[in-house]
């Protein structure tokens, strides 16, 4: 059975994108590749809002991470690295492996520090090389919309501001020059809408001149090497050429919807989801004021056995979706909303979930579930 991908990444990817991917190799040192990638860096920008650098990186989110983090710090740096979730903790990790000393200000799950908090830590870590967020915390569906203030307080104390918009950028608001971002992550696979396997990064001067003078840890992630070679618009080792074949057709097919269309669709589905799951008594995890529009997270009810249930979504109705993690894990569900979602995969999606609940003995109506998610979808 083909499966409808309702995870919070990899997600579904168009057969414009797929087909893409079918084109014939090209010379990476060749015309051809010079113009493809030169407007992927376009596209990117576009999308990103940036005038800055982008590179395009063959490696997952977390390979964009790993570059941006051993180009930039070294033992001798503090940073400021907020934790809320796994992917938070995670960033602070790929930090830890420059050998930088990490300052962690922490929140319950589901909920993120306070901004008191984040100024306090910055003061108290002396001279902090660079304050880094997740924006879209995909473990727990939180997105942390006070950007702006963390912005503020990273240049309040002459740091760089390094975001973590792997699960997001694409799907909502995320002006990267507005905001002062020095260095952006996002990745291929979740509201981009295209495969698995490319990391993108922006880079402002500010950041570029942060690298200069420093040895990167390892060949491949050397960022400058990226910013020497696209001068010539090539990449210092072989790209993922099918890859980036795909990336240009999902920029090409987000420029035809416009960022603003797509960013008013990813929340109006965002809706229908929440909506849909209140009106049969279940939860989100975080308040109203940090869910997410791209990653759905719902508490289950007490008594739901979260393998069996995602099993039976999967196996009976095609649908795959996420459960929680680390800590979280048996206690919420993940829907990724996020891509090409429209309004029948969000309809099918929560009649498919409510009726596996009810098979399970929990006492809801999928079709109640279903009328309030369309009263919220009719405004697309
Ligand atoms: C916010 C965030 N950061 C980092 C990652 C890691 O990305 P990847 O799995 O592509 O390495 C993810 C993946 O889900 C993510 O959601």
Redesign the pocket.
């Known amino acids: 059975m083909r499966k409808l991908v309702m995870l919070?990444?990899p997600t579904n990817v168009s057969p414009r994108v797929m087909n893409a991917m079918l084109t014939s190799i090209i010379n990476h040192r060749g015309e051809e590749f010079h113009e493809l990638y030169r407007k992927l860096r376009f596209g990117c920008q576009e999308v990103f809002q940036t005038k800055n650098e982008i590179v395009v990186l063959s490696a997952?989110?977390?390979?964009?991470?790993d570059a941006a983090a051993g180009s930039i710090f070294s033992e001798s740096d503090s940073v400021v690295v907020p934790e809320f979730g796994e992917?938070?903790s995670?960033?602070g990790d790929s930090v830890r492996y420059t050998g930088a000393n990490v300052i962690a200000p922490k929140s319950e799950l589901g909920k993120v520090p306070t901004v008191e908090e984040i100024d306090r830590a910055m003061k108290n870590t002396g001279k902090p090389k660079a304050l880094c967020a997740?924006?879209?915390?995909?473990?727990t569906g939180v997105t942390w919309r006070e950007l702006e203030k963390l912005s503020e307080i990273a240049k309040r104390y002459d740091a760089l501001f390094i975001v973590?918009?792997?699960?997001?950028m694409g799907g909502d608001k995320l002006p990267v020059d507005e905001l002062g971002i020095d260095v952006c992550?996002a990745?291929s696979?979740?509201c981009l809408a295209a495969p698995?396997g490319l990391?993108i990064l922006s880079f402002s001067e500010k950041a570029k001149r942060a690298m200069e003078g420093k040895k990167p840890r390892t060949q491949y992630f050397d960022m400058p090497k990226y910013f020497k070679f696209a001068e010539h618009d090539e990449t210092p080792s072989t790209p993922s050429l099918p890859l980036f074949f795909a990336l240009s057709e999902a920029l090409q097919i987000i420029h035809e919807e416009g960022m603003e269309k797509r960013i008013k669709r990813h929340a109006v589905c965002a809706r229908a989801f929440y909506s849909a799951f209140e009106r049969i008594g279940l939860h989100a995890l975080p308040d109203e004021k940090y869910r997410s529009n791209v990653v759905i997270g719902i508490k289950y009810p007490e008594t739901l056995d979260d393998a069996k249930f995602r099993s039976l979504l999967s196996e009976r109705f095609g649908i795959i979706i996420a459960g929680g993690f680390g800590k979280l894990k048996g206690t919420m569900f993940r829907v990724g909303s996020m891509g090409d979602i429209d309004a029948s995969m969000v309809s099918v999606t929560i009649e498919c979930v409510a009726e596996s609940l009810r098979i399970l003995g929990y006492n809801c109506s999928p079709s109640d579930a279903v009328s309030s998610a369309w009263e919220v979808l009719k405004t697309l």
């Open positions: 919070p990444g997952s989110g977390t390979g964009g991470v992917f938070s995670r960033l997740v924006y879209n915390e995909t473990s973590d918009a792997i699960s997001v992550i990745g696979q979740k698995p990391a």
